[in-house]
Every structure is written in structure tokens, then in C-alpha cells.
């Protein structure tokens, strides 16, 4: 891991990972970024610690020696929406998916680079408080804004042309900005319940999402607005034009 500026603004971090030299490693690069740093080597002592500070973020790793890091999670968003994000040495994709199912705001895995680690870290902190939706029921994102209320898209202030189903994916994505969201949370918040495996529907329809506002779109502003975790999911893109 190689050390670079940052700043973490006062943020309280616990860092729940079971080997020591890791966990040493990240505490020392955190508390250089400025965050304040709380360390457990377990499930049990990740709670206690929890429970007792309620960190600003949560960085979790799933392979814990008493309990799986996936209990940790369902333990936090029992009454909770602290951001979570899972460094894990799991590189199965049910495993990811599992965990972002649960809660977890987002996932990166082992080996990683602090660079990319303290980005997901802020990015899951900006957002942890939910929605970015405005007092007029507005999302945005560079040059694009969705208005709620009238159902409409507009890209530099000229309206997009979506379907309905389009329109509540980029809702559902948008609102999310800052987490991973999975295929199959799409799946149940823009389909339904019943929806449980289709995934062809939702590559699809985010192929034509892109194509349409890549067309209304001709600078390529919006080039990075959903990003795609293979086999998994799909992100807003954190960075802006």
C-alpha cells in the first residue's frame, strides 16, 4: 500500500479486520488521512466498539474468527445506517452480493489500494445520510437532474425521453449515489417482488438508459454516471465531469 494525502476530516473509522498487520496498516493510513481510528480484531469487540462510539463509517472485513462479518452487519442495521464498507479477501460473487444484500454500502476486495479504499470511504461517508434528493424532490448529477414529482429527466436543461421503467432505474440508482447497488435490489425496487432472477431485464434496460442519455448528451459529461461492478451490480460514479 503506498501513502498519499487525504483528509478524513475528524471522521471516526472503526476497522474491524482480524489480522494484526493489516489492521495496523490501515489504522496507521487512515489516522495520516485524519480520521480518528478505532480497532477490533472480531465480530464480538466490532459490536461492543460500535455500540459504544457509533463511528462515522465502518470498515469490515467478512472472514472474522467468531463470527461472520455478515452478523456485524445485520447487527448495525438493526437500528442503524452507518455506512459500511466490506475489505474482504472473498472473491466469490455470491459472497459480494450477499453482503450488499444485507446492508453493506459497498465492497472492496483484497488486495487493495489505499487510494481506491479512502475514496469508497468517503464517498459511502457523503452519502451515508441517504437520498441526495432536494426540498423540491430533485436528484442530480453534473448536468442531469430528475425531478420526482413530474417525472422527468432533463440533461443541461433539455428534457430525456425515458420509459417509466428507465425513469425508476436512474431514481433508484441516483438515490443510492455512493452505494453498490445489486441486480436483484433493481430487480425488486423497479419490478417488484416477484421478480427474483431475471437479470436480462435489468442489463437491458440500463443498456438503453445509457444509450439515451448518452445521446442527449453529446460532450460526454455523463460518461461515467453508472458504472458497472461485473457480475454484480451497477454504482453512480463518484467522480464529476
Same mark, same amino acid.
Given at each position: 500500500?503506498?501513502? %498519499?494525502?487525504?483528509?478524513?476530516?475528524?471522521?471516526?473509522?472503526?476497522?474491524?479486520?482480524?489480522?494484526?498487520?493489516?489492521? %495496523?496498516? !490501515?489504522?496507521?493510513?487512515?489516522?495520516?488521512?485524519?480520521?480518528?481510528?478505532?480497532? =477490533?480484531?472480531?465480530? =464480538? +469487540?466490532?459490536?461492543?466498539?460500535?455500540?459504544?462510539?457509533?463511528?462515522?463509517?465502518?470498515?469490515?472485513?467478512?472472514?472474522?474468527?467468531?463470527?461472520?462479518?455478515?452478523?456485524? *452487519?445485520?447487527? *448495525?442495521?438493526?437500528? =442503524?445506517? +452507518?455506512? *459500511?464498507? *466490506?475489505?474482504?479477501?472473498?472473491? @466469490?460473487?455470491?459472497?459480494?452480493?450477499? /453482503?450488499?444484500?444485507?446492508?453493506?454500502?459497498?465492497?472492496?476486495?483484497?488486495?487493495?489500494?489505499?487510494?481506491?479504499?479512502? /475514496?469508497?470511504?468517503?464517498?459511502?461517508?457523503?452519502?451515508? /445520510?441517504?437520498?441526495?434528493?432536494?426540498?423540491?424532490?430533485?436528484?442530480?448529477?453534473?448536468?442531469?437532474?430528475?425531478?420526482?414529482?413530474?417525472?422527468?429527466?432533463?440533461?443541461?436543461? %433539455?428534457?430525456?425521453? !425515458?420509459?417509466?421503467?428507465?425513469?425508476?432505474?436512474?431514481?433508484? !440508482?441516483?438515490?443510492?449515489?455512493?452505494?453498490?447497488?445489486?441486480?436483484?435490489?433493481?430487480?425488486?425496487?423497479?419490478?417488484? @417482488? /416477484?421478480?427474483?432472477?431475471?437479470?436480462?431485464?435489468?442489463?437491458?434496460?440500463?443498456?438503453?438508459?445509457?444509450?439515451?442519455? %448518452?445521446? =442527449?448528451?453529446?460532450?460526454? @459529461?455523463?460518461?461515467?454516471?453508472?458504472?458497472? @461492478?461485473?457480475?454484480?451490480?451497477?454504482?453512480?460514479?463518484?467522480?464529476?465531469?
Amino acid at each position: 500500500m503506498t501513502t %498519499a494525502q487525504g483528509h478524513g476530516a475528524g471522521a471516526t473509522v472503526l476497522v474491524v479486520e482480524d489480522d494484526d498487520e493489516t489492521r %495496523a496498516v !490501515l489504522a496507521r493510513e487512515l489516522s495520516t488521512r485524519g480520521y480518528r481510528v478505532e480497532e =477490533a480484531a472480531d465480530g =464480538a +469487540t466490532a459490536i461492543r466498539r460500535w455500540e459504544a462510539r457509533r463511528p462515522d463509517v465502518v470498515l469490515l472485513d467478512l472472514g472474522l474468527p467468531d463470527v461472520d462479518g455478515l452478523q456485524v *452487519i445485520r447487527r *448495525i442495521r438493526r437500528e =442503524a445506517t +452507518t455506512p *459500511i464498507v *466490506i475489505l474482504s479477501g472473498r472473491y @466469490e460473487e455470491r459472497e459480494k452480493v450477499e /453482503a450488499l444484500e444485507r446492508g453493506a454500502d459497498d465492497y472492496v476486495t483484497k488486495p487493495f489500494g489505499v487510494e481506491e479504499l479512502h /475514496a469508497r470511504l468517503r464517498v459511502a461517508m457523503r452519502h451515508g /445520510a441517504g437520498p441526495a434528493a432536494d426540498q423540491q424532490g430533485r436528484l442530480g448529477w453534473g448536468s442531469l437532474v430528475l425531478e420526482t414529482e413530474r417525472h422527468e429527466v432533463r440533461v443541461a436543461g %433539455a428534457r430525456v425521453d !425515458l420509459s417509466p421503467i428507465e425513469f425508476e432505474i436512474l431514481r433508484v !440508482l441516483l438515490g443510492n449515489t455512493g452505494r453498490l447497488v445489486t441486480k436483484a435490489r433493481l430487480l425488486r425496487s423497479v419490478w417488484g @417482488e /416477484a421478480y427474483q432472477g431475471e437479470d436480462s431485464y435489468v442489463y437491458v434496460h440500463v443498456s438503453q438508459l445509457r444509450r439515451k442519455l %448518452a445521446a =442527449a448528451d453529446p460532450g460526454g @459529461e455523463l460518461r461515467g454516471l453508472i458504472v458497472t @461492478e461485473p457480475g454484480i451490480g451497477y454504482r453512480i460514479g463518484d467522480r464529476r465531469p
